[in-house]
């Protein structure tokens, strides 16, 4: 009988289907090796190209000389660290208080003001920062205007144009409401019976915060703060539009403006994006470190001790919240709203001082119409493209034994680490300077890929994550009643996966709607998304103009992820 | 023995240095119901899933109704979809995106078998655990005990030569799994089934199965029909992972007839013991133990005088409802025995213990 199951010799049945495995594994991971790692390496090769014309690659290291011995280059880099240190070291002390009283109090309407974060949070920092302009703008600012009426004051006080003015902008934007959401969920999670055996142990209210809590959140917070840094490392259009009227760089800002003056400094820029890239490599290992250990000292319980009762300063604390959320949401989206109805805005009492004409003229303006085309089709595409690429790569990492799959891995984790606009510069280097792929360069298909690579980390971890909760025996089941690998791919792992690849597929749109780093290099005049003519016009001045491609933008990100919420998908981030 | 449907032959597995399995040999005859028990860690699940095919063996054969499915030396390794098994997992592995019926029919739709006949044998196969009435449920919002049943369902409806269960009923509430238990051993008479029985859980391996593999450290420590585990283990693995055992250390005396007598080191006194046939009486002097399983000790209030006997005082009583457990002072020793519920109320009495004769067993100290 042995010699019956050799004439059919099973083993070729099963490498054939290993073979289509290892052929499709081989391609994903080449994939990404050219979106991810390809293009960081391309920058770095650049910094050392002292050629004049394009095309003829010279070696100097003029360009690495003049970014370590220019003051002003040398300021950006200062500036990046400086606002870092600013912007959260006054978030996250303003976060961890609002996520402890959020998740332990008995504050009134608790979800209500937990979902305004959540609002906060996909909301576009470009139209939080317009909003913000309206008001604190040192001519106009409707803020300084009305403290202006006051005796004896000439002068308004606030100048968004300023150092504080970008750290007023980025707390205003994500800075806080991404730190509350993180930390509010973990605070929740504490097992109650930690506290407890504490309390019964003989430590008050107090002590047990200071001794058990605190020191149990820790690897928690670290990680936030970890987060945070790199976070911080990618901003850049809020810099963008506030540093320049000042003389304010920071490193983005900087390789932005290096590359679009005539003629391109393409080696300067590149030497700057590498010392970027170097200071944010061993931030990224620590975060992956530290994201590995917490698996396991994940602090669960299905317990909670009862909340604390705030007593006489539950509504003052309650208003306190409230004012804090309301200054991240709806404060500055008032002000848009208004600057698109308003002549000019601030000007309450000239003639016909509130118009629709802003929103007539922009919604007739073939380049608006191009824009939001544009916008549909990069976010579809993003959204589409993402969830088959990113599911691929999660089902290589979690359930195959290639080798290889480690660092597909790490690549997968890269793009959380380089900022958007590098990765917008690698991809520009990768399409231009390569004659194969230049035709592509100026089409859509360009910006596709790159919002796809920057919400790469993020996707690949949430469908992971569901993959490992997915038990393997529900895949195994299917191969025992007589499925293939491949069927079982097909009939068990996707349909129970759904509820997850819609999520990342519309997480993916909202980011890609909203996007400006990543495009900013790639798109052209006939290319350009809402977000990127938002941001001409306000670089511009334009204000009520922007204001109104401002609210666009909002209804397609954040309308999208509201429409998806009532749905039921759990968009969001866990860490 | 009937014709075997499975031979596993010389199967060991490891990982770098690490041996999970060392040289697991059994075969298993149709209709039989064949358990792998032991400790978690032992390699019961790796024997398993091998057989499955959902994993690799290092080394060995495994040989189903006479074909070689795997094989390290051919190079044979039979995908497990080509093996034609059915197996009931640990988690049900209930898939959560389908209805009841939907589960049970999907071996049949890789079957391809015409919609009629799947739908007929569904039925029929639920008609079987008795979840006609759910087959158009979603299958997680079935009780533990449904799922189960689904599970068993699913695996039964392509009539599978082999039926693999992985600790099936351990997620299930103790009444819950007496019940299954149960209502497995009928299923399995009435279809004459062959089932290979994954279990920790010795009361489910001792009254399910026709035989036991009893597994330690990868390693296959003896192979039998239950009570033959039970009363002649071979290892003190075996003996002291079956039920529960009370061991005196003692010295071989004078032989008398066939028998020998065993002088208790804990000064009690002393014991005769028969050995069984095909086994020789130690030499005079060796230093041993002696086993008896504590419900071969009967409590005696007055001292019989008889063969046997060992005065002891009782010092703790548990309380269990049909029966009581007892700690008696023997010597310098301490027994557990069990006792009448009767025996509730005799904390500190002066007791006899009588120790069946055919139940002692000698083990090297």
């Known amino acids: 009988m042995a010699e019956i199951a050799l004439a059919h010799p099973s083993g070729s049945r099963a490498s054939r289907l290993f073979e289509l495995r290892t052929v499709l594994f081989t391609i994903v991971m080449l994939l990404t090796i050219f979106l991810v790692l390809y293009p960081v390496l391309l920058i770095a090769v650049y910094s050392f190209d002292v050629g004049e014309s394009r095309g003829t690659f010279e070696f100097g290291l003029g360009s690495w000389r003049y970014a370590l011995s220019d003051p002003t280059m040398l300021g950006a880099i200062v500036n990046s660290l400086k606002l870092l240190v600013s912007i959260h070291g006054i978030a996250l002390p303003i976060a961890v208080v609002i996520a402890w009283v959020l998740a332990r109090t008995d504050i009134p309407y608790r979800h209500g003001l937990e979902f305004m974060f959540w609002i906060s949070f996909f909301l576009p920092s470009l139209s939080v920062t317009l909003g913000w302009i309206m008001c604190l703008d040192p001519e106009y600012g409707l803020f300084n205007t009305a403290i202006k009426m006051l005796p004896f004051v000439d002068e308004g006080p606030f100048n968004i144009y300023s150092f504080w003015g970008i750290v007023w902008a980025h707390l205003g934007g994500n800075s806080i409401a991404l730190k509350v959401m993180l930390l509010t969920p973990t605070f929740r999670n504490i097992d109650a019976s930690l506290e407890e055996a504490s309390r019964v142990a003989g430590a008050g209210r107090t002590k047990?915060?200071?001794?058990?809590?605190?020191?149990?959140?820790?690897?928690?917070?670290?990680?936030?703060?970890?987060?945070?840094?790199?976070?911080?490392?990618?901003?850049?259009?809020?810099?963008?539009?506030?540093?320049?009227?000042?003389?304010?760089?920071?490193?983005?800002?900087?390789?932005?403006?290096?590359?679009?003056?005539?003629?391109?400094?393409?080696?300067?820029?590149?030497?700057?994006?590498?010392?970027?890239?170097?200071?944010?490599?061993?931030?990224?290992?620590?975060?992956?470190?530290?994201s590995l250990r917490r698996q396991y000292t994940t602090l669960t319980g299905k317990l909670q001790t009862q909340p604390v009762r705030l007593g006489i300063w539950r509504l003052p604390i309650f208003l306190g919240v409230l004012l804090i959320v309301l200054l991240l949401t709806v404060i500055p989206l008032i002000f848009v709203a208004l600057a698109s109805v308003m002549k000019l805005l601030g000007f309450f009492h000239i003639e016909d001082a509130y118009t629709f004409s802003h929103w007539i003229s922009v919604f007739s303006d073939p380049m608006f119409l191009n824009a939001t085309w544009n916008t549909l089709i990069m976010a579809?595409?993003?959204?589409?493209?993402?969830?088959?690429?990113?599911?691929?790569?999660?089902?290589?990492?979690?359930?195959?034994?290639?080798?290889?799959?480690?660092?597909?891995?790490?690549?997968?984790?890269?793009p959380f680490a380089v900022p958007g606009l590098l990765f917008g510069l690698g991809l520009l280097y990768v399409f231009l300077e390569t004659p194969f792929f230049r035709p592509l360069y100026g089409s859509m298909f360009l910006l596709i890929l790159a919002t796809v690579v920057s919400s790469m980390t993020l996707g690949t971890q949430i469908i992971k994550s569901n993959m490992m909760q997915l038990g393997q025996e529900l895949e195994e089941a299917s191969r025992i009643?007589?499925?293939?690998?491949?069927?079982?791919?097909?009939?068990?792992?996707?349909?129970?996966?759904?509820?997850?690849?819609?999520?990342?597929?519309?997480?993916?749109?909202?980011?890609?709607?909203?996007?400006?780093?990543?495009?900013?290099?790639?798109?052209?005049?006939?290319?350009?998304?809402?977000?990127?003519?938002?941001?001409?016009?306000?670089?511009?001045?334009?204000?009520?103009?922007?204001?109104?491609?401002?609210?666009?933008?909002?209804f397609m990100s954040t309308g999208v992820a509201i429409v998806a919420r009532l749905f039921g998908l759990r968009i969001g981030i866990r860490n | 023995m009937a014709q075997s449907i499975i031979e596993i032959r010389g199967v060991?597995?490891?990982?770098?240095?690490?041996?999970?399995?060392?040289?697991?040999?059994?075969?298993?005859?149709?209709?039989?119901?064949?358990?792998?028990?032991?400790?978690?860690?032992?390699?019961?699940?790796?024997?398993?899933?091998?057989?499955?095919?959902?994993?690799?063996?290092?080394?060995?054969?495994?040989?189903?109704?006479?074909?070689?499915?795997y094989s390290s030396d051919k190079r044979i390794n039979l995908p497990p979809e080509k093996r034609n098994m059915g197996m009931v997992f640990q988690s049900y592995a209930i898939w959560p995106h389908m209805t009841v019926a939907e589960n049970v029919a999907y071996p049949l739709t890789l079957r391809k078998l015409s919609r009629a006949v799947i739908a007929e044998r569904v039925m029929a196969a639920l008609r079987l655990v008795d979840l006609e009435a759910q087959a158009d449920r979603d299958a997680p919002k079935l009780s533990g005990g449904q799922q189960q049943r689904v599970a068993l369902a699913r695996a039964l409806v392509y009539e599978p030569e082999v039926l693999l269960l992985d600790e099936p009923l351990s997620n299930l509430d103790v009444k819950l799994r007496e019940q299954m238990r149960y209502e497995l051993k009928v299923l399995q008479e009435r279809l004459g089934l062959t089932l290979i029985y994954v279990t920790h859980d010795q009361a489910e391996a001792l009254s399910l199965s026709n035989r036991i593999a009893l597994m330690s450290q990868g390693q296959v420590e003896q192979i039998g029909v239950p009570d033959e585990l039970y009363d002649r283990p071979k290892t003190e693995f075996v003996r002291d992972f079956l039920g529960k055992t009370v061991t005196i250390p003692g010295r071989v005396g004078a032989a008398e007839g066939g028998s020998a007598r065993i002088a208790l080191g804990n000064g009690a006194g002393d014991l005769l013991w028969t050995p069984p046939p095909g086994v020789a009486i130690p030499a005079p002097g060796s230093e041993i133990k002696i086993a008896i399983r504590p419900e071969r000790i009967a409590l005696s209030a007055t001292k019989a005088g008889r063969e046997n006997c060992l005065a002891g005082k009782i010092e703790t009583v548990l309380y269990q409802g049909d029966r009581t457990e007892c700690a008696v002072r023997v010597g310098n020793d301490l027994i557990t025995i069990y006792g009448p519920p009767e025996a509730r109320t005799m904390r500190d009495q002066n007791v006899t213990l009588v120790l069946a004769p055919e139940a002692l067993t000698l083990w090297p100290k």
Not at chain 1, 225 to 239: D, G, T, Y
Not at chain 1, 385 to 414: E, G, H, Q
Not at chain 1, 531 to 547: C, F, K, P, S
């Open chain 1, 481 to 554: 009643a007589g499925a293939s690998w491949i069927t079982t791919f097909v009939r068990v792992v996707l349909p129970i996966m759904i509820p997850v690849l819609l999520l990342v597929g519309v997480m993916n749109f909202i980011g890609a709607t909203r996007d400006v780093a990543s495009v900013a290099l790639i798109a052209t005049a006939q290319t350009k998304t809402l977000a990127l003519i938002q941001l001409d016009y306000m670089v511009d001045g334009r204000y009520e103009t922007a204001a109104v491609v401002s609210l666009v933008v909002v």
């Open chain 2, 12 to 69: 060991s597995k490891s990982f770098g240095n690490v041996s999970v399995l060392r040289d697991v040999n059994f075969s298993i005859a149709k209709g039989e119901v064949f358990t792998l028990l032991g400790p978690s860690g032992c390699g019961k699940s790796t024997t398993l899933r091998i057989i499955a095919g959902l994993e690799d063996a290092t080394a060995g054969e495994v040989i189903l109704n006479g074909r070689t499915v």
């Open chain 1, 380 to 414: 579809t595409g993003a959204g589409l493209f993402s969830v088959v690429l990113f599911s691929l790569i999660a089902y290589f990492i979690v359930r195959t034994k290639f080798r290889a799959r480690a660092l597909l891995d790490f690549i997968s984790w890269l």
């Open chain 1, 208 to 290: 047990t915060v200071l001794r058990i809590i605190v020191p149990a959140m820790m690897p928690a917070l670290i990680a936030i703060i970890l987060m945070a840094m790199i976070r911080a490392m990618q901003s850049f259009e809020v810099e963008l539009v506030l540093g320049p009227p000042f003389q304010f760089y920071i490193y983005s800002t900087m390789v932005y403006s290096l590359i679009s003056q005539e003629p391109p400094r393409f080696a300067a820029a590149s030497a700057l994006a590498t010392l970027g890239l170097a200071a944010i490599l061993p931030l990224i290992f620590m975060q992956r470190k530290l």
